[in-house]
Each structure stands twice: as C-alpha cells, then as structure tokens.
C-alpha cells in the first residue's frame, strides 16, 4: 500500500528554473494539499484540493501552481525558482469527509541556487 | 484561516509523562482536533483526534474540555523515541477546508 507519493526526493535547481514536484496518492482521496516547511519552523499551506478540477490557495501561494485533473495527482509547479523558495515541500491526502486525517508524503527537499 | 497556538518546545525525562497543551479559541461547533508526531526528515502522521471530553488509544489521550477552546495531549511515560515535533489541527467540517498548521511544540526527551 504505497500511500502518498511524492517524487523527487531531493532537487537542486539555479534561480530562474522551473519545474514540477509531483504527488500522487492510491487512497482514491478527494483532498491534497502542498505545505512547506523552512528550517525549525512549521508547516505552512501553499495550495489545496478538495476534489478533481477544484483547486485554492492556502497562506502561501505565490510563486507556486498547482493543477487537480485527476484524483490521485496533484503536481505542484514552481513557475521561475527563487532562493526564497528553498524549503521541503510535504503533499498530503486525506478522504475530504468529515474529521478526517491527513496522510503525509515522504517530502522532497528543494534548494535553488 | 484557522490557526492554534502552542508552546514552542518542551523538555521531558525518560518515563515522565508529557502534557502539551493547544489552544484554540475560535473552534467552529464542528471541528475536530487533531494531533500529529513529526520526527526530523520525516511528514507528520497522525496520533489522535478527538471532539470532547477525553479520548485515548495506544500512544496517547486527548483531552477537551466542555468549551472547547483548548486541548492537551497527554503522553505517558515518555520515552527517548518520543522526541518530535507535535502540531495541533483542526479539522474543520464546513465549506472548503483549509487545513492549515499552527508552528508545533519541539519535545526533547532527555535520558
């Protein structure tokens, strides 16, 4: 049972790049979100889903896209890296009913150059 | 957005029992509170969850008071693998759900 999934694990990018970290989740769960978490601090949300085609910001969305086309991925793109940006990334899951529990991915751990 | 407050960090001895404590003063009527364990280089998983009054499993109890406004988790007998960080959630039930995380208290366990 594989869970969250988040794919790379670690990445090093030159400011100005771009790229996509991925999250995919096999609990057929209606809602995933990005949180990064800097150095000793906790985890604030970038983007949030609560189903396929629905997205929204959290506290911390810009410089990041995300898009939900199906159930079980929800990329999450860094549009032009910035330094600022450097961080590991955690995408969750939960089932999008009542009092549920988030289930965390492993991270991937960013740094931009 | 829904935050809780906790203390930043604690310390413990080994077998003590540990109680930390979230505040939450403006918890919707049906939201529920959760708490997750994070270790260094790891996602947070969850511990436990609870509504009101008290709730108890194989790692921890939760308590809630009548008003809601706060809650305690309370580990018992402590052990060096404890040591982790422990954030405070609320799961709220209306509209679209931001579940968004207060910055968590770092637990030291000491021998």
């Known amino acids: 049972n594989a869970g969250v999934t988040q794919t790379p694990k670690f990445q090093v990018l030159k400011t100005g790049q771009s790229m996509t970290l991925q999250c995919a989740q096999d609990m057929n769960h209606e809602y995933m979100s990005w949180y990064r978490q800097d150095p000793g601090m906790g985890l604030r949300l970038i983007h949030y889903s609560v189903g396929a085609g629905i997205t929204d910001q959290g506290e911390v969305p810009n410089g990041y896209n995300v898009s939900r086309s199906t159930t079980e991925d929800f990329p999450l793109r860094l549009l032009s890296a910035a330094p600022s940006q450097t961080s590991v990334y955690f995408c969750?899951?939960?089932?999008?009913?009542?009092?549920?529990?988030?289930?965390f991915g492993s991270g991937t751990q960013l740094s931009v150059l | 957005l829904a935050k809780t407050t906790q203390p930043i960090s604690m310390d413990s001895y080994e077998g003590q029992e540990v109680n930390i404590t979230c505040s939450h003063n403006n918890i919707a009527t049906n939201d529920y509170i959760t708490w997750y364990q994070q270790f260094p280089s790891q996602g947070p998983r969850f511990i436990i969850q609870g509504y009101k009054t008290k709730v108890t499993n194989e790692v921890a109890s939760l308590f809630i008071p009548a008003d809601r406004k706060s809650s305690t988790l309370s580990l018992p007998r402590v052990s060096l693998s404890d040591t982790a960080v422990y954030y405070c959630?609320?799961?709220?039930?209306?509209?679209?759900?931001?579940?968004?995380f207060g910055s968590g208290t770092r637990l030291q366990v000491q021998p």
């Open positions: 959630n609320r799961s709220p039930n209306t509209g679209r759900r931001a579940l968004t």
């Open positions: 969750a899951s939960s089932q999008g009913k009542t009092n549920e529990k988030l289930f």
